[in-house]
């Protein structure tokens, strides 16, 4: 572990500094070492991304290409003896089996989840930060399936003072002042919002298909369509419901937008909730007269709101070429894309930008900030 730590601030700093001044992208830390579809940033606890050409192969990622984002080992759960805690302002606190929660109404969402780090190597070539230097890969589309949280809320009875939902994990962080579980919360009406197709939240047993693995969080898991990865609670073992948001550290402290980090602004921000719109190019291939570009768009976390457009430019944003939308478009869902970018128009740098239904587009530019989250300006690659 002390290597490895080692390791990346070395990486850090030497990429930081020959990386200064330049709007293009770092390549992967040194120390990422491929493990099938997937580059390890950190390995003794999980932290990976897929290969970016991989990634953009299927609208639905596939488990095994699919990021992890983990603060801690995988805990041990015995399933058997497993419980759900449901507390705090409800009438019935519930400790529920997984029996119990998969004979509730099951429903079966795509939706896509994104860490709030994705793209955190762009912030560290401004200026380092420190956290995994995720380059674009930190983001997948998977099918997910388990009870809603809504049902298990009404099944406890909310009390009328309650407003935020918190989520608690059975991991162990161990941070410099003791151990503590991941943990995040979300507005309870965010909870309850469930629309026809797609519920607020999901209390996910199931990926792709399949049972959840130990990396994506088994037994039992939120996803909180629309919101940032770091809302989407894995192992979970604890709601509790509350008129205030959690207090725990990845609530209260982190994954907040902070520029300067004096304790002013730190207590000043909110937590993120919602993935802002973004999008990336992750693959070129050489034709004849073209270069055929691919990548993905990722719409705003907003109800109702997907990719309307996307468009890449070949010269510095003079001239911007509409990609052809390969995929389905829909609300908390990524869009694939490929665009045919004729030689003759190709120079040096490729940039690409999208559009959401709102007509929203993406920044040209954010500003750095000082965790390294929710970079979204313009994404640039050198063409091949
Ligand atoms: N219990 C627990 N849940 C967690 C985390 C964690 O470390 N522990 N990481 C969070 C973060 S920051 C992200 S981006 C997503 C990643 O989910 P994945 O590993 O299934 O891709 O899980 C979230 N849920
Ligand atoms: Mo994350």
Same mark, same amino acid.
């Given at each position: 572990?002390?290597?490895?730590?080692?390791?990346?601030?070395?990486f850090?700093?030497s990429?930081?500094s020959a990386l200064?001044?330049?709007?293009?992208? %770092?390549?992967?830390?040194?120390?990422?070492?491929?493990?099938?579809?997937?580059?390890?940033?950190t390995?003794?606890?999980?932290? +990976?991304? %897929?290969?970016?050409?991989?990634l953009?192969?299927?609208?639905?990622?596939?488990?095994d290409?699919?990021y992890?984002?983990?603060?801690?080992p995988? $805990?041990?759960?015995n399933?058997?003896?497993?419980?759900?805690?449901? /507390?705090?302002?409800?009438?019935?606190?519930?400790?529920?089996?997984?029996?119990?929660?998969g004979?509730l109404?099951?429903?079966?969402?795509?939706?896509?989840?994104t860490?709030?780090?994705?793209?955190?190597?762009?912030h560290? +070539?401004?200026?380092?930060?420190?956290?995994?230097?995720?380059?674009?890969?930190?983001?997948?589309?998977?099918?997910?399936s388990?009870?809603k949280?809504?049902?298990?809320l009404?099944?406890?009875g909310?009390?009328?003072?309650?407003?935020?939902?918190?989520?608690?994990?059975?991991?162990?962080?161990?941070?410099?002042n003791?151990?503590?579980?991941?943990?995040?919360?979300?507005p309870?009406?965010k909870?309850m919002?469930?629309?026809?197709k797609?519920?607020?939240t999901?209390?996910? !047993?199931g990926m792709?298909g399949?049972?959840?693995n130990?990396d994506h969080?088994?037994p039992l898991?939120?996803?909180?369509?629309?919101?940032?990865?770091?809302?989407?609670?894995?192992?979970?073992?604890?709601?509790?419901?509350?008129?205030?948001?959690?207090?725990?550290?990845?609530? +209260?402290?982190?994954?907040?937008?902070? /520029?300067?980090? !004096?304790?002013?602004?730190?207590?000043?921000?909110?937590?993120?909730y919602?993935?802002?719109?973004?999008?990336?190019?992750?693959?070129?291939v050489k034709?004849?007269?073209?270069?055929?570009v691919?990548?993905?768009?990722?719409?705003?976390?907003? $109800?109702? !709101?997907?990719?309307?457009?996307?468009?890449?430019?070949?010269?510095?944003?003079?001239?911007?070429?509409?990609?052809?939308?390969?995929?389905?478009?829909?609300?908390?869902?990524?869009?694939?894309?490929?665009a045919a970018?004729?030689?003759?128009?190709?120079?040096?740098?490729?940039?690409?930008?999208?559009?959401?239904?709102?007509?929203?587009?993406q $920044?040209?530019?954010?500003?750095?900030?000082?965790?390294?989250?929710?970079?979204n300006?313009w994404?640039k690659?050198?063409?091949i």
């Amino acid at each position: 572990m002390n290597n490895q730590l080692i390791a990346r601030r070395n990486f850090l700093s030497s990429s930081a500094s020959a990386l200064a001044g330049s709007a293009l992208l %770092p390549s992967f830390a040194k120390s990422a070492h491929r493990k099938g579809k997937l580059l390890y940033h950190t390995t003794e606890i999980s932290n +990976a991304e %897929p290969v970016l050409s991989e990634l953009v192969r299927n609208w639905m990622t596939p488990t095994d290409a699919f990021y992890i984002r983990s603060h801690a080992p995988i $805990p041990k759960i015995n399933h058997d003896s497993f419980r759900l805690k449901v /507390e705090g302002l409800v009438e019935k606190p519930l400790s529920l089996t997984l029996k119990q929660l998969g004979d509730l109404p099951q429903s079966k969402i795509v939706a896509t989840l994104t860490c709030a780090g994705n793209r955190r190597s762009e912030h560290i +070539a401004i200026k380092p930060v420190k956290g995994v230097p995720w380059k674009e890969g930190a983001i997948g589309n998977a099918e997910w399936s388990g009870a809603k949280l809504s049902d298990v809320l009404r099944m406890a009875g909310v009390k009328a003072e309650a407003k935020h939902v918190w989520f608690e994990g059975l991991d162990q962080i161990q941070r410099s002042n003791g151990v503590i579980p991941f943990g995040a919360s979300i507005p309870l009406k965010k909870a309850m919002f469930d629309s026809e197709k797609m519920p607020g939240t999901i209390l996910a !047993t199931g990926m792709n298909g399949e049972p959840l693995n130990g990396d994506h969080g088994s037994p039992l898991r939120t996803v909180v369509p629309g919101y940032i990865g770091a809302r989407s609670v894995k192992w979970l073992g604890k709601i509790v419901v509350s008129d205030r948001p959690s207090p725990n550290h990845y609530v +209260a402290t982190a994954y907040k937008i902070v /520029e300067d980090g !004096t304790p002013l602004e730190w207590s000043e921000q909110g937590p993120i909730y919602r993935m802002p719109l973004n999008s990336a190019i992750c693959s070129q291939v050489k034709r004849s007269k073209s270069l055929i570009v691919a990548g993905y768009a990722l719409p705003q976390g907003r $109800p109702g !709101t997907s990719i309307r457009k996307v468009e890449v430019s070949p010269d510095n944003g003079r001239k911007w070429i509409e990609a052809r939308i390969t995929s389905p478009s829909r609300e908390f869902c990524w869009v694939l894309w490929t665009a045919a970018i004729p030689s003759r128009n190709a120079g040096d740098e490729l940039m690409v930008r999208a559009t959401d239904s709102r007509g929203s587009i993406q $920044p040209e530019q954010v500003n750095w900030n000082s965790k390294g989250y929710l970079f979204n300006s313009w994404h640039k690659v050198k063409t091949i």
